[in-house]
Every structure is written in C-alpha cells, then in structure tokens.
T-cell receptor, first 113, second 117 residues
Framework: AQSVTQLDSQVPVFEEAPVELRCNYS??????LFWYVQYPNQGLQLLLK????STLVKGINGFEAEFNKSQTSFHLRKPSVHISDTAEYFC???????????WGAGTKLIIKP | NAGVMQNPRHLVRRRGQEARLRCSPM?????VYWYRQLPEEGLKFMVY????????ESGMPKERFSAEFPKEGPSILRIQQVVRGDSAAYFC???????????????FGQGTRLTVV
C-alpha cells in the first residue's frame, strides 16, 4: 500500500529566507506526485506535479520540487518566501492507474516577519 | 468558469441529525471525488462518482454514509445520524476525465467543515 510522510507538521521561517518542505512516499510501483497548497479558509490548489521526465518540477508562485526516486522523496522548495506563502502544504501521490490520491498530513508554513 | 462549489462552508449538527453536503463540479466535469480530512490528518479518499454512477466507494464507512451524483444537480454526500467522530472537513474535487492514468489534475472546492455537537 502507498503512504506519504510529511516529516514536519510546522515549519517556521523568516520572510525572504529559503524553505524546504519534506515529503517522502512509499510505493512499489511508479507514481505521480503532487503538491497542493491550502491558504487559510480556502480550498486546495495545485502547486505542481510530477508525472514523468525532468525530475525538477517548477510550479506556481516560485515553488519547485525535485523527484528523487532512489530516496523516494519529493521535497518542495522556494528560494525566498513571502508573507503571502503562509498556508498549509500537502504532498500527495497516486499510482499510474489509480485515481485515488494518497495524502500526507500536511505541513504548516509559518512566515515570521 | 466557476470553480468547484461546495456548500455549506460550515455546518453544525447535533448528534443524531442528518448532514447533507453539496458539491457542484466545474463546468464540463463529470467526475467527482469526495475526501475527508480529520483534524491533524491528511485527506482520505471516500468515494468516486460519475454522473448517476458510483465508481468506487471503498473509502466510505459502511453505515450512515451515502453519496450520489444525479444526472441533474450537484453531488450530495449524506451522513445520517451524525456522531462526534464525523466532525471533519469534507472536500469535493472534480475532473473532466478520470484522474488515473494521465495524472489529470483534480480541482478542489473549499470544503465543508462539519461540526457535530
């Protein structure tokens, strides 16, 4: 069975500092990987996704993530965060034939002024 | 093109009452998915529907929960005789085709936060 682990429940970071949100998954088959963001009192919005090809994926709002198959990781990064990035970030995975998304528990990004 | 619309945004029910959660998918989307998010947990798949058909309800509790997606109108998630443990955020997502196979994006609504008192 697939599972997703987001190692940090909260990540505090100063404004304009870089950030990395960690995501590890377990699966015996090839997968698609996703990062979603949930702003306060909003729905979930897709940040980026990895389907195939280049392991470095660029998304919206300056975020990027790198797929590392050997480490089964898909960490999300941003070189310089802004106060508007305050949100909860979710990593999710699905296998190539299944519509179900398996989700991590989420990481709250807290931006300190 | 409006996004996925869920209503109500917040719903309070007393134990034993019924809760009805509605989801209008994006225009042109005929695939709907319901997920539940318990406090401090990730989302968990509940059910996948196409118009008038339940494709996969493997994530639905066996009792008290049901879902439908009629030919006309929104998808409805119905919880009968609610208990405190049903308190959660319920998210609906839609897609134009199944999200399996091609990594098709699912578009999510803002969720309905159900509180059972």
């Amino acid at each position: 069975a697939q599972s997703v682990t987001q190692l940090d429940s909260q990540v505090p970071v100063f404004e304009e500092a870089p950030v990395e949100l960690r995501c590890n998954y377990s699966s015996s088959v090839s997968v698609y990987l996703f990062w979603y963001v949930q702003y306060p009192n909003q729905g979930l919005q897709l940040l980026l996704k990895y389907l195939s090809g280049s392991t470095l994926v660029k998304g919206i709002n300056g975020f990027e993530a790198e797929f590392n198959k050997s480490q089964t990781s898909f960490h999300l990064r941003k070189p310089s965060v802004h106060i508007s990035d305050t949100a909860e970030y979710f990593c999710a995975v699905s296998d190539l034939s299944n519509y179900q998304l398996i989700w991590g528990a989420g990481t709250k990004l807290i931006i300190k002024p | 093109n409006a996004g996925v619309m869920q209503n109500p945004r917040h719903l309070v029910r007393r134990r034993g009452q019924e809760a009805r959660l509605r989801c209008s998918p994006m225009k042109g989307h005929s695939h709907v998915y319901w997920y539940r998010q318990l406090p401090e947990e990730g989302l968990k798949f509940m059910v996948y529907l196409q118009k008038e058909n339940i494709i996969d309800e493997s994530g639905m509790p066996k009792e008290r929960f049901s879902a439908e997606f009629p030919k006309e109108g929104p998808s409805i998630l119905r919880i009968q005789q609610v208990v405190r443990g049903d308190s959660a955020a319920y998210f609906c997502a839609s897609s134009p085709v199944s999200t399996g196979g091609a990594g098709t994006e699912a578009f999510f609504g803002q969720g309905t936060r159900l509180t059972v008192v």
